[in-house]
């Protein structure tokens, strides 16, 4: 079975400065891949970012980075020079990379961005 | 670019009722997934399916079923509905193939069971 855990359910982070968020799994699949999802107040789901686990190099896409740390089990994703819109609720999700691919999520962090 | 599209954004029914939620994707994905949002509980799978007339049931599948007819589109029916039922529902589809493909989802149905 897989896990997520994201342990904190709420954070700030002022206007223009950097914030991770943070993101532990568990599985004993030896592969698998890390999503990170954001949802705005709409409802909608967005993807952000995606890591797989042989992949040697940490994933970046435009401001979103995830600091994959295997060892640890830890997919952490850094949010660069927040801007106000980044204000939301963020899901990391994992699921095997073969098979029916279903996404196990945490329980969510949600962002606020302060002026 | 993918469109999952949820027949509701808001529904209200009554206890005992039995509830359709639609969701129709427009890219050919065989995969398909149900999920409930909960606050705190992030997202919880019901029911998957995987081509037309398959399906499986996900982590929590007690009180719904799932009809894929279509290969476009994925229903999940609230048998009799009842109050620890009222949620957010998201439908999500995938592409076969390669690893690294995220679900693209749809806009989700908040659904109050009275």
């Known amino acids: 079975a897989q896990k997520i855990t994201q342990t904190q359910p709420g954070m700030f982070v002022q206007e223009k400065e950097a914030v991770t968020l943070d993101c532990t799994y568990d599985?004993?699949?030896?592969?698998?891949?890390l999503f990170w999802y954001k949802q705005p107040s709409s409802g909608e789901m967005i993807f952000l970012i995606y890591?797989?686990?042989?992949?040697?190099q940490n994933a970046t896409e435009g401001r979103y980075s995830l600091n994959f740390q295997k060892a640890r089990k830890s997919a952490n994703l850094v949010i660069s020079a927040s801007q106000l819109g980044d204000s939301a609720m963020y899901f990391c999700?994992?699921?095997?990379?073969?098979?029916?691919?279903?996404?196990?999520f945490g329980s969510g962090t949600r962002l606020q961005v302060q002026p | 670019d993918v469109k999952v599209t949820q027949s509701s954004r808001y529904l209200v029914k009554r206890t005992g009722e039995k509830v359709f939620l639609e969701c129709v994707q427009d890219?050919?994905?065989?995969?398909m997934f149900w999920y409930r949002q909960d606050p705190g509980l992030g997202l919880r799978l019901i029911y998957f399916?995987?081509?037309?007339?398959?399906?499986e049931k996900g982590d929590i599948p007690e009180g719904y079923s799932v009809s894929r007819e279509k290969k476009e589109r994925f229903s999940l029916i609230l048998e009799s509905a009842s109050t620890n039922q009222t949620s957010m529902y998201l439908c999500?589809?995938?592409?076969?193939?390669?690893?690294?493909?995220?679900?693209?989802f749809g806009d989700g149905t908040r659904l109050s069971i009275l």
């Open positions: 999700a994992m699921s095997k990379n073969t098979g029916r691919r279903a996404l196990t």
């Open positions: 599985t004993s699949d030896p592969s698998y891949g």
């Open positions: 890591q797989g686990s042989y992949d040697q």
């Open positions: 890219m050919d994905h065989e995969n």
């Open positions: 399916s995987y081509d037309v007339k398959m399906k």
């Open positions: 999500a589809s995938i592409p076969p193939g390669a690893k690294g493909q995220p679900q693209h």
